[in-house]
């Protein structure tokens, strides 16, 4: 069974950088798509970011473009979501998601594997 666990969120200002990891482990990494996504208290989960197998492919949601940057490290079985300029609307819970499949990539009901998540809060 694939476990993802999350690292690096915190407290931070608006306009500093945080870096969030996942590892995984207990399955073929290199053969999952990854991804973060984060829902902030009493809204939906929402798509932040996702990168292929191979890390070729990188998505973005239009709130992130410009300051956030997904990578993975496949020899490592880890993937990364690097987060700067942030703002308080980036506060949230992050999640990072793993699955096999190729189709609808930013919907969380087509990632079957999540972690716990990591609190990330932006404020003044």
């Known amino acids: 069974q694939v476990q993802l666990v999350e690292s690096g969120g915190g407290s931070v200002q608006p306009g500093d950088s945080l870096t969030l990891s996942c590892a995984a482990s207990?399955?073929?990494?290199?053969?999952?798509?990854m991804a973060w996504f984060r829902q902030a208290p009493g809204k939906e989960r929402e798509f932040v970011a996702r990168?292929?197998?191979?890390?070729?492919?990188?998505t973005l949601a239009d709130s992130v473009k410009g300051r956030f940057t997904i990578s993975r490290d496949n020899s490592m079985n880890t993937v990364h979501l690097q987060m700067n300029n942030l703002k308080p609307e980036d506060t949230a819970t992050y999640y990072c998601?793993?699955?096999?499949?190729?189709?609808?990539?930013?919907?969380?009901?087509?990632?079957?594997?999540w972690g716990q998540g990591t609190q990330v809060t932006v404020s003044s």
């Open positions: 207990g399955g073929t990494f290199s053969s999952m798509s």
């Open positions: 990168i292929s197998r191979s890390g070729e492919y990188r």
């Open positions: 998601a793993g699955t096999t499949s190729v189709v609808a990539v930013r919907t969380p009901s087509a990632y079957p594997y």
